[in-house]
């Protein structure tokens, strides 16, 4: 005979069906990653062949000559050769990593959307983010889409996190410096817009500060009697 869902376990699923859906998306975007990952002998775009790769391997036979007397280090992003060195200069290591924080950038954006639009924000936003048809071109390749991606959504997050009255509010001020330096190290060509987001979210938090009422009960009355 046929078993049914009881009235308890369908309510069990309707309470997870958020994670339940993130879990979808997550798997939906494995699957696209996959499916778009290049083969060991596709050939490498340009930025990479020429410019991430080459000065990667020069950083690693040698750091401080290559930051200090090298000219070719100030060319691109810190970051366009720092990370390639971090995983040894090697093309597939490097490629599954970036698929890997593109995979947190979509948790990230479900934890931002969430917290400032509730579920169906979240639904939709990580939507957008996993069907993407540009990111199948550029998340698995030696290039740093994937990393400024990853601390722009962290530095998002992170700002939410502290604007809204965290606990942790040291902790996700950490994270958010760290985002944004992410950001500003992996494409320096986006810094107008960093410091004026920064700008956005200081007077943000100026204005919701100001505008939070004031608590009275710090303030005593005199107990003794008037003579």
Not at 63 to 80: E, N, Q, R, Y
Not at 198 to 226: D, G
Request: with cysteine.
């Amino acid at each position: 005979m046929p078993k049914y869902f009881s009235v308890p376990s369908s309510i069990h699923i309707i309470q997870h069906a958020p994670l339940i859906w993130l879990a979808w998306t997550l798997l939906v975007a494995v699957k696209q990653l996959i499916r778009f990952f290049p083969a060991p002998d596709a050939p490498l775009n340009g930025d990479a062949r020429w410019v991430y790769l080459p000065n990667a391997r020069l950083l690693m036979d040698d750091p401080w000559g290559f930051l200090t007397k090298d000219p070719s280090s100030l060319h691109v992003a810190p970051l366009g050769y720092i990370w390639p060195a971090l995983w040894g200069a090697d093309v597939a290591t490097i490629q599954l990593v970036n698929c890997v924080l593109f995979v947190a950038c979509i948790v990230l954006m479900w934890r931002s959307a969430t917290r400032l639009g509730g579920i169906w924000a979240g639904i939709v936003s990580t939507a957008l983010l996993a069907y993407y048809p540009e990111f199948r071109r550029y998340i698995p390749q030696v290039l740093t889409e994937s990393i400024f991606l990853f601390g722009l959504m962290l530095w998002i997050t992170s700002s939410i996190e502290y604007i809204t009255g965290n606990h942790r509010r040291f902790f996700w001020l950490f994270w958010g410096g760290t985002g944004l330096a992410i950001t500003l190290l992996a494409r320096p060509v986006l810094q107008l817009f960093a410091v004026c987001a920064l700008i956005l979210v200081t007077a943000a938090c100026w204005c919701l500060r100001k505008t939070a009422p004031v608590s009275y009960t710090h303030l005593t009355l005199p107990t003794t009697p008037y003579v």
